[in-house]
């Protein structure tokens, strides 16, 4: 039997207050989603151990930080030993994205073929140094090739098949 994936999605940081909140460092790209009240999320020990799972009955952002009330947790005593624990979610509760936006996991491992059919290789990276993203694409003969992701590139990509359909431009190779 496989193990589940999971997905980082906070890290607790401290305690706040003696009411038994904690602040919660963001590893996610949907933190009002992932910290909404009602929400429940596993939390994991640094080392080794039992996950416990934890409701939020509150949330709120203070300076990029999420500050969480967990249901049945009432005091700074009970939430201490939760430092440095990190916050996860099974894959299969993944937020769903608009068309034309990938995670970076769905990615990695793509194979990279021209609209010709020609195998240029896979991608092993992503970048995002400015104006648009850029997927590093390993060559066969261990070169690299940036990749930008605009249209005019990266005419198809296949999540499914695990393939892009790219068009190089002058000059990318």
Same mark, same amino acid.
């Given at each position: 039997?496989?193990?589940?994936?999971?997905?980082?999605?906070?890290?607790?940081?401290?305690?706040?207050?003696?009411?038994?909140?904690?602040?919660?460092?963001?590893?996610?790209?949907?933190?009002?989603?992932?910290?909404?009240?009602?929400?429940?999320?596993?939390?994991?020990?640094?080392?080794?151990?039992?996950?416990?799972?934890?409701?939020?009955?509150?949330?709120?952002?203070?300076?990029?930080?999420?500050?969480?009330?967990?249901? /049945?947790?009432?005091? &700074?005593?009970? %939430?201490?030993?939760? $430092? +440095?624990? #990190? !916050?996860?979610? *099974?894959?299969? @509760?993944? =937020?769903?994205?608009?068309?034309?936006?990938?995670?970076?996991?769905?990615?990695?491992?793509?194979?990279?073929?021209?609209?010709?059919?020609?195998?240029?290789?896979?991608?092993?990276?992503?970048?995002?140094? /400015?104006?648009?993203? &850029?997927?590093? %694409?390993?060559?066969? $003969? +261990?070169? #690299? !090739?940036?990749? *930008?992701?605009? @249209?005019? =590139?990266?005419?198809?990509?296949?999540?499914?098949?695990?393939?892009?359909?790219?068009?190089?431009?002058?000059?990318?190779?």
């Amino acid at each position: 039997m496989s193990e589940e994936r999971l997905l980082n999605v906070g890290k607790i940081v401290n305690t706040h207050g003696i009411r038994g909140e904690v602040k919660v460092y963001p590893q996610t790209d949907f933190p009002e989603v992932r910290f909404k009240p009602g929400t429940t999320l596993k939390l994991y020990p640094p080392e080794s151990g039992a996950p416990v799972s934890v409701e939020i009955v509150t949330s709120r952002e203070q300076k990029k930080m999420y500050v969480l009330k967990l249901k /049945g947790f009432e005091d &700074i005593n009970q %939430v201490e030993k939760y $430092k +440095g624990w #990190e !916050l996860k979610v *099974p894959e299969t @509760d993944r =937020v769903p994205l608009d068309e034309g936006e990938y995670y970076v996991r769905d990615i990695i491992g793509c194979e990279v073929v021209t609209e010709d059919g020609e195998t240029l290789g896979t991608i092993t990276d992503t970048m995002s140094p /400015g104006a648009n993203d &850029i997927w590093v %694409v390993k060559l066969p $003969k +261990g070169k #690299e !090739l940036l990749l *930008p992701v605009i @249209d005019d =590139v990266v005419l198809n990509v296949d999540i499914a098949a695990r393939k892009v359909k790219v068009h190089l431009m002058e000059g990318l190779l």
